[in-house]
């Protein structure tokens, strides 16, 4: 993706101490980063807050992911925002955060336009609160034009649910006589889930320290790098987000081969 060298330096300038523009290879910039968004209500309860603070919080540091995504050239930005097991919450914290995707996607979306970010959202958004799907709707048809940036956010997401589903297409598919059982390979797999079409992520990020996948992107992650961090989402700066592209291209990347140089 193009970059604004300008830009790019103004929004990475006074760097801390240990981390800086420098520290990271341009050319070498992961083309799809992914975030396991965690840690909002352990931000919110180290400050003795009600853990929708710790939500509300969370929606800004999402704003700066998607800014530093946009300036560091990155292709497709994904996040993990609700999972389907999630529903498990207290009812209050559910509708709480589905009152916070309608009301942060309207605000934000001048953001899309002015960044040329066109929005996906990876999940089951048809059952969601009819307000929450509609805002949805109107995000997609706004920004549908643009070929900067994707920005996939993952809202009633779970993998093994966006597997099923596949399988469920694969088999209307065979019974329709569109697709031959001898035709499902990966990419007839790959088609099908919310993903299709995307590049699979090289850099999956976890805020707040949890040593799991969380029922993510389990297809998808086969062989990307995973960072994972003890920084609360609410705390993750630009800054932070340098130090995971540093870690993640420090990286040897075998894909099951052995190293060439
Ligand atoms: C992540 O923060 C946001 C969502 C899952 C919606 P949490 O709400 O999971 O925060 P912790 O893990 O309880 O700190
Ligand atoms: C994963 O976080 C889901 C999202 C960030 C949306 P959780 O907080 O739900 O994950 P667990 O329960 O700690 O595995
Ligand atoms: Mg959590």
Same mark, same amino acid.
């Given at each position: 993706?193009?970059?604004?060298?300008?830009?790019?330096?103004?929004?990475?300038?006074?760097?801390?101490?240990?981390?800086?523009?420098?520290?990271?290879?341009?050319?070498?910039?992961?083309?799809?980063?992914?975030?396991?968004?965690?840690?909002?209500?352990?931000?919110?309860?180290?400050?003795?807050?009600?853990?929708?603070?710790?939500?509300?919080?969370?929606?800004?540091?999402?704003?700066?992911?998607?800014?530093?995504?946009?300036?560091?050239?990155?292709?497709?930005?994904? @996040?993990?925002?609700?999972?389907? #097991?999630?529903?498990? /919450?207290?009812?209050? =914290?559910?509708? &709480?955060?589905?009152? %916070?995707?309608?009301?942060?996607?309207?605000?934000?979306?001048?953001?899309?336009?002015?960044?040329?970010?066109?929005?996906?959202?990876?999940?089951?958004?048809?059952?969601?609160?009819?307000?929450?799907?509609?805002?949805?709707?109107?995000?997609?048809?706004?920004?549908?034009?643009?070929?900067?940036?994707?920005?996939?956010?993952?809202?009633?997401?779970?993998?093994?649910?966006?597997?099923?589903?596949?399988?469920?297409?694969?088999?209307?598919?065979?019974?329709?006589?569109?697709?031959?059982?001898?035709?499902?390979?990966?990419?007839?797999?790959?088609?099908?889930?919310?993903? @299709?079409?995307?590049?699979?992520? #090289?850099?999956?990020? /976890?805020?707040?320290? =949890?040593?799991? &996948?969380?029922?993510? %992107?389990?297809?998808?992650?086969?062989?990307?790098?995973?960072?994972?961090?003890?920084?609360?989402?609410?705390?993750?700066?630009?800054?932070?987000?340098?130090?995971?592209?540093?870690?993640?291209?420090?990286?040897?990347?075998?894909?099951?081969?052995?190293?060439?140089?």
């Amino acid at each position: 993706m193009e970059r604004d060298e300008a830009k790019l330096r103004a929004y990475f300038e006074e760097p801390p101490a240990d981390v800086s523009l420098e520290d990271v290879d341009l050319a070498r910039i992961p083309r799809h980063v992914s975030f396991i968004m965690d840690g909002n209500g352990r931000w919110a309860q180290a400050r003795g807050l009600a853990r929708s603070k710790g939500h509300a919080a969370g929606v800004d540091s999402l704003r700066e992911a998607v800014t530093t995504s946009v300036r560091l050239g990155v292709d497709v930005l994904s @996040a993990y925002a609700f999972s389907t #097991e999630n529903w498990r /919450r207290p009812q209050e =914290e559910v509708n &709480l955060l589905m009152h %916070l995707f309608a009301t942060t996607l309207v605000k934000e979306l001048p953001l899309f336009h002015q960044e040329n970010v066109r929005l996906r959202f990876l999940g089951d958004i048809d059952a969601l609160p009819k307000k929450t799907a509609n805002v949805f709707q109107r995000g997609l048809d706004e920004t549908a034009g643009y070929d900067g940036m994707t920005f996939a956010l993952a809202v009633n997401y779970g993998s093994r649910a966006e597997m099923a589903r596949a399988a469920r297409m694969i088999a209307s598919d065979v019974a329709a006589g569109i697709l031959d059982k001898d035709q499902i390979d990966e990419q007839a797999i790959a088609d099908r889930l919310y993903t @299709a079409g995307l590049p699979d992520p #090289e850099l999956l990020v /976890r805020t707040s320290g =949890e040593l799991r &996948l969380s029922n993510y %992107l389990l297809w998808q992650l086969a062989y990307t790098e995973i960072v994972v961090t003890d920084v609360l989402w609410p705390d993750f700066s630009r800054w932070d987000y340098l130090r995971a592209i540093r870690s993640y291209q420090h990286r040897d990347r075998r894909f099951g081969g052995v190293t060439s140089a």
